[in-house]
């Protein structure tokens, strides 16, 4: 199993720029979730989905979308990069709500 | 939503115990107390979680006060690849969660001296 994988590893955008992270997971997991780490804080919620189709906000939604067409694929949409955004992201499943979550090894983005 | 207190900083010398602490006194009755790590770079690893008996597996030891108003996660024998962040979450199983439970503080930092 790979578990989590997210591509790219880095990414630098222009301000105004749009991109779309990738997650894939191999584990068969219904939940998978999106976060973001800024530099020497934790780690906060953007999105997350409990299945194919279904996906709800996070606690910090803004400026980002996603989609979950297959239960292995969850993609983060960033329309018009501002700054703000330049953090980490890291994709993460688990088995159902409560359990472990697994985490992939992040996407490191700059917007200037 | 429950909410964690840790400090931000500890260090331990390797080969010795870490007890790491975490504070949880506005916990509910159905609330678990998770702890995941998180070394430099890299994603968050799940350690072991718990609801009110002590647990323990092969990376660590629980232990959940009888109040349940605080913790203290153990690693038995700190070596130098332990030293990471170590952040205590406290979130309801099951589907009927909330999502705002999700988002991890900002932890501890453990150092483990050789």
């Known amino acids: 199993n790979a578990g989590v994988t997210q591509t790219p590893k880095f990414r630098i955008l222009k301000i105004g720029q749009s991109m779309t992270l990738q997650c894939t997971q191999d584990m068969n997991h219904n939940y998978m979730y999106w976060y973001r780490q800024d530099p020497g804080m934790g780690l906060k919620l953007i999105y997350y989905?409990?299945?194919?189709?279904?996906?709800d906000k996070g606690e910090v939604p803004n400026g980002y979308n996603v989609s979950r067409s297959t239960t292995e694929d969850f993609p983060l949409r960033l329309e018009l990069a501002a700054p703000s955004q330049t953090s980490v992201y890291f994709c993460?499943?688990?088995?159902?709500?409560?359990?472990?979550?697994?985490f992939g090894p992040g996407t490191r983005l700059t917007v200037t | 939503d429950a909410k964690t207190t840790q400090p931000p900083s500890m260090d331990c010398a390797e080969g010795r115990a870490a007890n790491l602490p975490c504070n949880h006194s506005?916990?509910?009755?159905?609330?678990?107390v998770y702890w995941y790590r998180q070394i430099h770079s890299q994603g968050p690893q799940y350690i072991i979680h718990g609801l009110k008996n002590n647990e323990t597996n092969e990376m660590a030891s629980l232990i959940i006060t009888e109040d349940r108003k605080s913790s203290t996660l153990i690693l038995p024998h700190a070596t130098l690849r332990d030293t990471a962040v170590y952040y205590c979450?406290?979130?309801?199983?099951?589907?009927?969660?909330?999502?705002?439970?999700?988002?991890f503080g900002s932890g501890t930092q453990l150092t483990v001296l050789p």
């Open positions: 506005t916990i509910s009755g159905n609330e678990y």
């Open positions: 993460a499943s688990s088995y159902e709500w409560g359990s472990e979550q697994y």
């Open positions: 979450i406290v979130r309801v199983a099951g589907s009927s969660g909330s999502a705002r439970q999700l988002t």
């Open positions: 989905s409990v299945g194919a189709g279904i996906t």
